[in-house]
């Protein structure tokens, strides 16, 4: 899986949007990108993923450059039960077995201020 | 419906013993993985089973690891004398087809596993 870079940790106010960028310069035209976060002492759950188009959900929206060399994750309203580890991960659409693992960066540590 | 269940939530052991980790899947998922994360670390890939094909086992850091999955549900990780570095939080996920780049994995609680 192509490498993505996050900042290692943001801070916002509640009630507040977040953007969360991730860079993924080396991105290849079969990648998806991939959020996950993970709430404190919890596994990682899905947030949102896209290939070329903008995307929305009830969680987050998700912007994607035109030249697929970044994004960013955004958080509409952010309460403090958002505060968690924001991963970005790639993954390529074609899908071959030896990349269905998730590669997992250090991600962005999000911390909510009430 | 019922998510991805692991047994047991905590273990702690002694160095030199065998632990056994078990990871219910969500049901009809043929796709199994299994990851751990260290304290102060990112999560790392372990073990991919998908249907009937050979497992990944690409992650497995020592022969002292292994897994099976038997019937295409339940999975058990094995970790045959286990050593201070093997102390993590060992995650499961599972995904309904595990092949494509577009699905999601869903994962367990993890089990928290301390070597003394």
């Known amino acids: 899986d192509a490498k993505t870079t996050q900042p290692n940790s943001m801070e916002s106010n509640e009630e507040e949007p977040v953007h969360l960028p991730c860079n993924h310069s080396t991105i290849s035209g079969t990648d998806y990108i991939h959020w996950y976060r993970q709430l404190p002492s919890q596994g990682p759950e899905y947030v949102i993923h896209g290939l070329t188009s903008n995307v929305n959900n009830r969680m987050a929206s998700l912007a994607i450059a035109e030249d697929r060399k970044s994004s960013t994750l955004i958080l509409h309203r952010a309460t403090l039960r958002d505060a968690a580890v924001y991963y970005c991960i790639l993954r390529d659409v074609q899908g071959i077995q030896g990349a269905q693992k998730l590669v997992f960066g250090q991600g962005t540590r999000l911390t909510i201020n009430p | 419906g019922a998510g991805v269940s692991q047994s047991p939530s905590n273990k702690v052991t002694e160095k030199g013993k065998d632990v056994e980790l078990r990871c219910d899947p969500i049901?009809?998922?043929?796709?199994l993985y299994w990851y751990r994360q260290s304290l102060g670390q990112g999560l790392e890939f372990l073990i991919y089973f998908q249907g009937n094909s050979a497992p990944d086992k690409s992650g497995l850091p020592s022969d002292r690891f292994s897994a099976e999955r038997t019937g295409g549900s339940v999975s058990t990780l094995t970790i045959q004398r286990t050593q201070q570095e093997d102390s993590a939080v060992y995650l499961c996920?599972?995904?309904?087809?595990?092949?494509?780049?577009?699905?999601?994995?869903?994962f367990g609680p993890g089990t928290r596993l301390l070597v003394l």
């Open positions: 049901s009809g998922h043929t796709a």
């Open positions: 996920a599972s995904s309904l087809l595990g092949i494509g780049g577009q699905e999601t994995q869903y």
